[in-house]
């Protein structure tokens, strides 16, 4: 047992046990055991703070998941998750009463996080843990940062994300005059870490980092400025980083439960007036796993698509090829029709004017398959291109889109309306719920498909392929002006949705 009472679980390091350490424990325990139903107030006066804070949260965090908060403290945030389950640690007796009292639905433990032990979550056989672990600043008080995170592995399934958000290191200078000024509690700071830091130590005990930034260049409810500054403003390239909270989205490195050659893989091939390339498609898909299953969608054509399948599947009986028709709605619902008859584990797009060649798909399978990521994204952009396979203003126009979209989507984008994208097929139900959530404005699928895997927090990967000319048949965006209109709307979306939420 422990000196707060109750079992800690397995032993811990010798540096925790050294009084330099517990000292920090001690002084954080009584500074929150003292503030007691203090906390209450000081978030009263705080109301936009932590209203902010609780947005930011949920942006990140589904409603109905199953959630650990670590440092609960009254658990205020983690109630407004909204969680199926949600279970609170915090190391004062006086918050652990406060947030039993307030929060009855939730499980509350008192644990020092260095020493935390939650047996009855932990994840044995696949099963057990937590959707969603969140640390609201919380780092900054503990006694050794890199313990905290290890502890949390036993808990982790390969989805489950860990969400940190802590002051960022700017502010620092600025905190002793906010305290004396009464505009922030004077907490027992002791780490003041950086974006790189926290991915540094995540990264030791065995965690990948999906996404990170900055929110709340003006933490206090000023009228007009809060709006003006935490709004577009704030989320500007550069100002954004003067964000009084950072924050890191995580996942624990692990590798999927199967090896690769176990998983069964669908290729979904879009199709219109794409008669002279379907007859090639399936000799150049090469096998993948126990079975690789080619689904065409004819999507209202107008030619002899169709017809061309049908023959290709009396061709090829050894292969498990399936023509389903299209609703004749663009490329993006021709792609959701054909997924809908998938029954393979990884699920692939692939254009049927093949200039993403088919080869290039094992490296998709075995990227996602050895869970390098969770949805495995094209990219035509690194390799030069073939000869009048793009044309010149289709490459800088790709490239402004790419770099508009790694600041709103907050991780890495280099192209995103390459044809070629893959997830597993649990990951594939995210992105669909994800289109309630941004609503139906994308006509080709390739924004629907990145904005529910950013929504999602799933882990992007781009994968470079050669982007060669296509051999035959017509490209289907010849309405260049018409098309990038499309895609500032989307851009749009994405701001609002998820910059300016």
């Known amino acids: 047992m422990s000196a707060l009472g109750e079992d800690v679980g397995p032993p811990v390091s010798r540096a925790l046990e050294t009084p330099p350490l517990t000292e920090i424990w001690e002084r954080v325990e009584r500074f929150y055991d003292d503030l007691g139903p203090g906390r209450d107030a000081w978030i009263e006066r705080s109301r936009y703070y932590y209203d902010t804070l609780a947005e930011l949260l949920r942006l990140h965090v589904p409603r109905g998941a199953k959630v650990l ?57 696949g099963e057990g843990g937590f959707d969603a672990i969140v640390m609201v600043n919380v780092v900054g008080e503990l006694a050794d940062v890199l313990e905290t995170f290890k502890r949390l592995r036993p808990l982790c399934r390969p989805d489950t994300r860990v969400v940190c958000v802590y002051y960022n290191h700017l502010w620092e200078p600025l905190t002793r005059p906010a305290t004396q000024l009464g505009l922030k509690l004077d907490n027992p700071t002791q780490n003041w870490l950086s974006l790189d830091d926290l991915g540094a130590f995540l990264h030791l005990a065995g965690f990948e980092t ?25 989320r500007l ?49 090469p096998r993948m796993g126990r079975f690789t299953e080619i689904i065409f969608v004819d999507d209202h054509s107008t030619d002899r698509t169709a017809e061309r399948v049908r023959q290709v599947i ?12 299209g609703p004749g ?40 398959t050895e869970n390098r990521g969770e949805f495995i994204n094209g990219t035509r952009l690194i390799y030069p291109l073939q000869e009048n396979a793009m044309r010149t203003a289709n490459i800088s126009g790709n490239k402004a889109f790419a770099f508009v979209f790694t600041y709103l989507l907050e991780q890495r984008i280099t192209d995103t309306l390459c044809g070629t994208k893959v997830v597993m097929r649990h990951n594939y139900e995210k992105i669909l719920e994800a289109r309630d959530f941004f609503g139906d404005v994308d006509r080709w699928g390739d924004y629907d498909w990145l904005f529910g895997a950013a929504k999602s927090n799933l882990k992007i990967v781009e994968l470079p392929v050669h982007y060669v000319e296509r051999v035959a ?25 998820l910059k300016l939420a």
């Open 210 to 234: 999906i996404k990170s930034g900055n929110r709340m260049p003006v933490p206090k409810y000023v009228p007009g400025l809060a709006e003006l500054g935490n709004g577009l403003l704030g």
């Open 237 to 285: 390239p550069g100002v954004q980083r003067l964000g009084f909270v950072n924050f890191l989205v995580a996942r624990p490195e692990v590798a999927l439960a199967r090896p690769p050659a176990e998983h069964s893989c669908t290729v979904v091939v879009p199709c219109k007036d794409e008669e002279d390339n379907v007859p090639e498609i399936p000799k150049r898909i």
């Open 69 to 125: 908060d670590i440092g609960c403290g009254n658990g205020d945030l983690l109630a407004a998750l909204e969680p199926s389950r949600g279970v609170g640690v915090d190391l004062s007796r006086a918050m652990v009463d406060l947030a039993r009292a307030k929060h009855p639905e939730l499980e509350v433990h008192r644990q020092r996080a260095e020493t935390l032990h939650l047996p009855e979550w932990e994840v044995k056989d």
């Open 329 to 368: 709605q663009g490329k993006g619902a021709a792609v959701r029709a054909g997924l809908a008859h998938a029954t393979g584990d990884v699920l692939m797009i692939l254009d049927a004017d093949m200039t993403v060649m088919p080869e290039d798909l094992p490296a998709f399978f075995e990227a996602i």
């Open 473 to 497: 048949g017509e490209t289907k965006m010849k309405k260049r002006f018409q098309n990038g209109l499309i895609m500032l709307r989307m851009c749009g979306v994405a701001l609002r949705k």
């Open 314 to 325: 009396e061709e090829n009986p050894d292969r498990p090829i399936k023509l389903v028709p």
